[in-house]
Nanobody, 124 residues
Framework: QVQLVESGGGLVQAGGSLRLSCAAS????????MGWFRQPPGKEQEFVSA????????LYADSVKGRFTISRENAKNTVFLQMNSLKPEDTGVYYC?????????????????WGQGTQVTVSS
């Protein structure tokens, strides 16, 4: 099993930036890539970004492409999500997730472990 703990959420003004962190511990060797999902208030959970541990292959949702950057520090078992030019539509609970699949994916069912979530609120 792997334990995931998100941090870095908070309240920011539109146009501002936040950097989310996801610290993984436990059986991290069982997971091939990490992802970020978010759930806006009253809406369905949606994919944000993902990155492989080996090679650093990345994927981004169209809604965040060009504004968000996912990265990782393998030695620290930590994944980051740098969020720039934030919009009110980015508001929601952001979840870190880990997947043991052999191919990078974007569906919730493709991920095995989830963090508790961190709230991101962007004011207009």
């Amino acid at each position: 099993q792997v334990q995931l703990v998100e941090s870095g959420g908070g309240l920011v003004q539109a146009g501002g930036s936040l950097r989310l962190s996801c610290a993984a511990s436990g059986r991290t060797f069982s997971y091939n890539f990490m992802g970020w999902f978010r759930q806006p208030p009253g809406k369905e959970q949606e994919f944000v970004s993902a990155i492989t541990w080996t090679g650093g292959t990345t994927l981004y949702a169209d809604s965040v492409k060009g504004r968000f950057t996912i990265s990782r520090e393998n030695a620290k078992n930590t994944v980051f999500l740098q969020m720039n030019s934030l919009k009110p539509e980015d508001t929601g609970v952001y979840y870190c997730a880990a997947s043991s699949r052999g191919y990078i994916a974007t569906r919730t069912q493709d991920f095995d472990s989830w963090g508790q979530g961190t709230q991101v609120t962007v004011s207009s």
